[in-house]
């Protein structure tokens, strides 16, 4: 194995891409908690928009309509990568895939800067919380 990839690379917040953001905030939720693609999930990033800004920042939504396009089109991108598990082509339910919660996932969050680690650590945290039961993904549609 060459020396480049056995070097930690270290993202600034300019340089992380929203699915590197994306993909590292997944890793941290893990594969237990079944998320959905709906308004709760948005706020929890529309807040991490106006609370860490920088390239967080891209995933705040319209402030008419709260849907974030960049979201909406990085969560896309990664069902299509295999980076999620959609749970039913009729709804909107996924978990992060055991290929993104395993050593892939822990490599693109240890890329990041302590500041951006932090605040991914948050916002995972705050999916956890609104995702973390049994039926919260029902709730969360509210």
Do not use: C
């Amino acid at each position: 194995m060459s020396t480049a990839f056995k070097e930690k690379v270290m993202v600034t917040m300019e340089q992380a891409t929203p699915e590197t953001l994306l993909m590292a905030t997944l890793y941290k939720v893990g594969r237990e908690i079944r998320m959905v693609d709906n308004l709760a999930f948005a706020r929890v990033f529309n807040e991490a928009a106006l609370e860490f800004g920088g390239r967080f920042k891209s995933f705040a939504w319209h402030r008419h309509y709260h849907v974030s396009e960049v979201l909406s089109g990085t969560l896309q991108l990664l069902d299509q990568a295999g980076s999620i598990v959609r749970e039913n082509a009729a709804q909107t339910y996924f978990r992060t895939s055991p290929h993104l919660a395993g050593p892939f996932g822990q490599q693109i969050f240890s890329s990041l800067g302590t500041d951006q680690q932090k605040a991914v650590e948050s916002i995972a945290d705050r999916l956890k919380k609104a995702f973390g039961s049994k039926d919260a993904a029902v709730k969360g549609a509210d």
